[in-house]
């Protein structure tokens, strides 16, 4: 009995933990090099599903990209289902080969950003306006390039270490 149920506790604890790292892609294709692909205009269609997995928003958003060869300014207009519009501009810096830093005025401090293979991992703090009040969420991005005109990406956002909610979201570059 003991053996059991420390075999469930294994199962359960390996399961919880999130092993994925951008470098367990560095060999797959088709390479996301995302000052290319979000570069010029794109479109966006998500949805937002709070912890248990319920559906609460969605939204489609306008993208529109420049790069300048340094860092790449991206606009964002997103319209959500009840009427809400936000904007947001970044600024995305390459570091390197596979590491980025980002900022924009509601994001707390620098975000980091990771590229390898069809994978962008970006890592962000968000000022997060809920009932009058800018709330602190950490963002866990990962963006994964389907095709040249295709990407996926899934976000999982938390407060204090625990999933508030997860965000996924559907790219499509005109």
Not at 146 to 156: K, P, S, V
Request: net charge positive; glycine share 8%; with cysteine.
């Amino acid at each position: 009995m003991i053996r059991f149920l420390s075999l469930i506790l294994l199962i359960f604890l390996t399961g919880c933990a999130n092993n994925m790292k951008p470098t367990d892609f560095k060999d797959q294709k088709p390479r996301l090099i995302i000052e290319d692909y979000l570069s010029g205009k794109v479109k966006a269609w998500g949805i937002l599903q709070n912890r248990s997995g319920k559906v609460t928003r969605q939204f489609s958003a306008d993208l529109m990209g420049k790069w300048d060869g340094k860092q790449l300014i991206l606009d964002e207009k997103f319209i959500w289902s009840d009427g809400e519009v936000q904007n947001r501009q970044w600024t995305i810096k390459k570091i390197d080969k596979h590491n980025y830093e980002g900022t924009a005025g509601d994001v707390v401090g620098l975000a980091k950003g990771f590229s390898y293979g069809p994978v962008f991992k970006f890592e962000y703090v968000l000022l997060v306006p809920i009932k009058g009040k800018n709330i602190k969420i950490k963002f866990d991005d990962w963006i994964f390039k389907q095709d040249e005109r295709i990407a996926i990406n899934r976000a999982t956002m938390t407060k204090f270490g625990i999933k508030v909610a997860e965000l996924t979201v559907m790219f499509v570059k005109d």
